[in-house]
Each structure stands twice: as structure tokens, then as C-alpha cells.
DNA sequence: CTGAAAGCGCTTACAG
DNA sequence: CTGAAAGCGCTTACAG
């Protein structure tokens, strides 16, 4: 079934010219003159054929395969990693470079697995991505320095490696600034204890965002797991603890959508309508949860596509030897988490 | 900074012999004898250093590049593609094989784009996966016949490449027997109208349960969208339409786990506890909502991971020449929906 | 038991 | 303007 593949010397021959002048004719190769007549001679008798390049024999050739690899940690339990994948195979197809995909298991400590950058080594990959969201910091195996490689979710602990990060901090503080923009005051933070970089920065831009706006960072925090039962929790614990109207919190914002999926129940169990009576705010716009409450959540959305994409131009850059500015530093560099405005905030009621 | 790569010919002569003695010692090649000294004299060397063989060599040598092709119907909108790739990815890593990523846009018609086929072709793949999820029935581009190649999720038109799909019929009639078996009688499904083979094979399993239990088969279906909302309303008409008690199903059977997501929140405006009021299930088991309802959704599983390692497995076969028993059809194979009991069933009241 | 040599399908100095 | 030839790093008949 597989029929003779066509190769560069059936071209050559139907041609009546030397591999040589296919070559060039078909790659456009700088410094050559050929005819116009020989040119698309060469280029209908490929056309005939139906001839494609070999691109094993001309990575052999030219010592650049065409290929990237992208190591992903625990693509099965991260919800949105098909993004990350989606952004980076997308931009992969621009350069004309393949995305190969090899799943690394979850580890505990930060190091990556140097069997599994090798099996990309083997394959002769350009380049290498290694996407993470548990750690923020990581190791990197010797080998990894062998070809251009950069960094997803983590900062490279020897600074040496091109990396990005989602602007957590940024991301939390614009959401309190909004807040207090539409005339909220008592804004609560469900927050979770894990410690991951997530976890942190967002803690810290709620808290950033309280303080320039010059309301006390710390009244209404609590911590409770980051699921629906948490958010749940923590919401009840926020909204009933036998307050006063005039001191219960006007939003309730929760480290994640899952959070909120809780707090959207305990709203409802109180007997409190999202957002006449409490507004809420999530944060991951995680699918598809954030569309399917009602009402819709707001939340504050990761920008995993578009680390997938930068992750593979700036290997791109590195690779072709350019000199742009993402691979210059320094690192992590941070990119915007947008607030997605939905249903669940309106003005305080008071 | 990528210094030399240490290649077959180094270890041949740190260990003094041929490279042809090298590669049959490091592939163990049948019919091949080897002194024993020569042998740990080769290993090594080639251990010392760290000597990785050239895998785009090889595979240019021996006509077989190790990769096999995974072409994804619109990843980014379908939530399980995730668990797809990482069932082709571990079975890849388990027969040696790297596995390379196109994302294909998703189209109206149902054929395959060849230009993308030929992006793998181009690379030598030794197979290709299409995998996609709207569509029944996918009509190949000839191309696709030059290497071996399975089809997830859809059936060939022409029937010549296996095939895999979720049983979803069957799956959709083991909820109704289990409900049955339970003590319900009034079992109604939340229909949605989309023309997918998921939408047709989950109302037939309904149909194939309800009348294998003696059961009226169309007494309680409404059709409403896909989406909480939809499932919101067909709960409401389903449970408030004026009907008494116990004219009122028992059990509210979801097309899908986002409008299960809508049915909770239809019975706590009606004031009706899940599940000691209405039981309810779902199908998909998508993450995060089938965990983060309360009480917990009982749903349908999809064999996504399954099929992604059936998927190499079979190719994998097909590549070694082996005749195993999914490579010989009837296609396509259906895999089992197992279900997913969590907390959202209870006995009927009465 | 071991090795010299051809060849996989390209690209690329180099020569004419 | 065009082509003969070397070589990328392997594997594999074949010879000894």
C-alpha cells in the first residue's frame, strides 16, 4: 500500500536536470541563479509527482530537525493545559516546526526528568518547552541545555532559561480595582492554603489592590480548600457568622472558579441573589464552569494559549539565532491574567 | 553551547572496534554472535559517553521515523481532548514511538484536511490518528492510505481504517438499569437536539433501557440545549409543569453533566433536595463539575484516555505487521461508558 | 566473531 | 546558470 515515495531524483529526472538545481529551485536557495524556464520546469515536474520533501533526510542533512519538543507536567489534571498545547502548536505550524509531546508524571520535588528531555535529544528537537503549574521555580537537567529551551508556569532556579509566568498578582489587584471602582468597600478573599505560586500571588494582589485603595488587607480573609466544599465553607463562614448586614462583605472573592461554584450555593442557601445581594468573583475562567452558573461567573482568566505561543517563538527566535527582546530577559517574564466580566458583580447594594 | 554530539563512530573507536560491532551490539541484532569482552567493551564506552543514537539517522537508514501522528479535531473546545493525547502519549512511550501534535480547525464537512495528513506524511510518520468528535462519519484524504492510520471517535466512510468509539448508547441504557433496578419507574431525559452521534446514541440507550424495563420510552423526554441553561429549563418543565407528585419523575437523566448543572439548581428553586426529592445524572464526567456539585453528579464516564492507547496500541500493531484482533474490524469498535456513582442517586421516595 | 562499504534522501560547498 | 560529489549518522547485506 505504501507505493514508492517519490523522491528529489524522480524530480530530477522528469525535469532533465541535476538534484542539485531541484534543490535549490525548490527551497529558493539564496545566491542561486537558475533560468526561469529551468525553474518551472522543475517546479511542475514536482508538482506532477507530487513530491515532498523527505524532512528526516533533510534534518539529518542540515542538523536541524524541524521539531519541538514540549515536556508537559501532568497534562491529564490540569484542566487547561490542551490550551498551552493548542497555543504552542498553532505558532509551531508558523514556523513550519513540528510539536512533539511527551506527558512527564508529577513529581514532588522541582527537578525535571532527564530521560524524558533525552528522548527528545534523540529525536534531534531544535528546541524544548517544559510547561509546569505546580512549582515555581524548577531544576533544570543538564542536557537541557544542550538545545534552546524555555520555561511555562516556572522561573529556572539558575536564571539561565527564558521563562513565563502568569501575572497572578496583577491579575487579583486589577479585580479589587475594579471592585472598589463600582463602590465596594468589604471585599473578601476566599483564599487557600497550598503553597504553590498561584496561591501567593494571588493573596498578594488582593492585598496589594486593598491597600492602594486604602482598605484593610486582612479583615476579610479566609482560607478554606481550593474546591466547591471551600468555597462553600468559606463563603458561609464570610456571609452568616451572625454579622450584621452592614458589615457582611459585598463580595466574596474566591481563589478559584471551583470556589465559587461553592459560593454561589452557600449564596443561595442564605437566601442571597448573585450579585443583588453579594457579588462574586473566581479566578482561571475554568471551562465550563465560569459559563454555566448563572449567573455567569466573573472571573479573571490565565493566559495559557498565549504561553504556549510565546514558549514557541521564543524558541523560534533562539533557534534562527535572532535577538528579540523576549530572550533577553529577565525572567519570568509576566503576562497579563484579564478580568472576564460576566454576570456575578453589580454595584453594592448600599 | 550544543558541543558536539558524540556519535556512533566515536565509540567504535574508544572501544576499538567497527561501527558495524557498535550497532549490533546496541541492537542486540538477531543472528548476529559477539564476543562477550567485546560487548561490555562497546556498552561501556558508549555508557561513558553518554552516546544517544541519532534517532532521525536511524530512522532515514531503516525507513521507519518512530513517530506517530496525532491529528485533534479542534483541541482547545473539546474538554477531554487532554485525556486523549495523554492515553497516545504513555501507549507512544511504551512501544518506543514519539508522538507528534497537529491540531486540526474544526469544519462543517466531515473531511479530513490533507494538507495536514501530508505535514505528518512529510515527516516520515509511521502512523496517524485522527481523532474528532462532532462527526460520525469522516471521509479520509488519500493520502492518509500511504501509512497505517485509525480513527477516533468517528467511523470511515469507506471502512477500511479502524475505528474506535464510546459506547454511548450502551451507557446511557445501564443508567436506565441501574435506576430501575433502584426502584424507579418515572425516569426522565433531558434531551438535547444537536445532530452528533453523542446526542442520537445516548436518547436510543435511554429508549433501549426504559423499554427493556417495560417502561413508557417517550412519557418524560424534553429537548432543551446543551448547557446548564438548557438543563435548567427541561428540569423545571419536567418537575413544576403542574404536575402532582407523584405523576413527577423521579429521576432526571441529563444529555450531559453541564445540564445536570442547570437540573440542581431547577430543584433547589423548586425547593426539591438531590437526591432525596429527584435523583439526577449526568454524562461525560466532566471535570471540574461532576466533583464540585454537592451532592457529587453521578454520571457516564468517556473512555477518552482508552481510546487514545487504543488508538497507538492499533497502530502500533499495524506498523510491526502483527494481525491482533482490533485490527481486523467489524469497526468500529465500541468501548465501554462505565458509570460513575457519586452522590446524586437515591431509592425513590415512594 | 568482526568489519568495509553501500545507501537511506536530502543539502551544500565547490567546480565549471 | 548548472551539476558531480561529499556527507549528515545511522543500519545492514555481504565478505572474510
Given at each position: 500500500m505504501p507505493r514508492k515515495q517519490v523522491g528529489i531524483r524522480d524530480v530530477a529526472a522528469a525535469a532533465g536536470v541535476s538534484v542539485t538545481t531541484v534543490s535549490h529551485v525548490l527551497n529558493d536557495t539564496p545566491h542561486t541563479r537558475t533560468s526561469d524556464e529551468t525553474k518551472s520546469r522543475v517546479r511542475e515536474a514536482a508538482a506532477r509527482l507530487g513530491y515532498h520533501p523527505n524532512r528526516l533526510a533533510r534534518g539529518l542533512r542540515t542538523?536541524?530537525?524541524?521539531m519541538v519538543g514540549l515536556l508537559t507536567e501532568e497534562i491529564a489534571t490540569t484542566p487547561h493545559a490542551g490550551r498551552i498545547i493548542l497555543g504552542a502548536q498553532e505558532e509551531a505550524s508558523r514556523h513550519n516546526l513540528t510539536l512533539a509531546i511527551i506527558n512527564s508524571t508529577l513529581r514532588h520535588d522541582p527537578d525535571v526528568e532527564p530521560s524524558e528531555v533525552q528522548a527528545f535529544l534523540d529525536r534531534q528537537v531544535d528546541g524544548i518547552i517544559y510547561a509546569t503549574v505546580y512549582h515555581d521555580e524548577v531544576v533544570l537537567p543538564e542536557q537541557m541545555h544542550a538545545v534552546p529551551s524555555v520555561l511555562i508556569g516556572a522561573r529556572d532556579r539558575d536564571g539561565e532559561v527564558p521563562s513565563i509566568m502568569p501575572d497572578e498578582r496583577a491579575g487579583a489587584a486589577s479585580v479589587i480595582d475594579l471592585l472598589v471602582r463600582l463602590g465596594h468597600r468589604r471585599i473578601a478573599f476566599a483564599a487557600t492554603?497550598?503553597?504553590?505560586p498561584a496561591t501567593r500571588g494571588r493573596l498578594r494582589g488582593y492585598r496589594d489592590g486593598m491597600i492602594a485603595a486604602g482598605l484593610d488587607p486582612s479583615a476579610h480573609v479566609v482560607e478554606a480548600v481550593s474546591e466547591a466544599a471551600g468555597g462553600y465553607e468559606a463563603t458561609m463562614a464570610l456571609l452568616d457568622e451572625g454579622r450584621r448586614a452592614e458589615d457582611r462583605p459585598t463580595v466574596v472573592f474566591c481563589y478559584n472558579d471551583r470556589m465559587a461554584m461553592g459560593a454561589y450555593r452557600a449564596a443561595a442557601e442564605l437566601g442571597l441573589s448573585v450579585p443583588a445581594d453579594v457579588s462574586v468573583v473566581g479566578f482561571d475562567d475554568q471551562a465550563p464552569i465560569a459559563g454555566s452558573l448563572f449567573p455567569a461567573l466573573s472571573t479573571v482568566a490565565l493566559p495559557h494559549y498565549e504561553m504556549g505561543a510565546w514558549a514557541v517563538a521564543t524558541l523560534a527566535a533562539m533557534i534562527e539565532g535572532r535577538d528579540e527582546p523576549?530572550?533577553?530577559?529577565?525572567?519570568p517574564t509576566l503576562l497579563p491574567c484579564p478580568i472576564v466580566e460576566r454576570g456575578s458583580i453589580a454595584v453594592p447594594a448600599r
Open positions: 542538523q536541524a530537525s524541524g492554603s497550598v503553597d504553590v523576549e530572550v533577553a530577559g529577565p525572567f
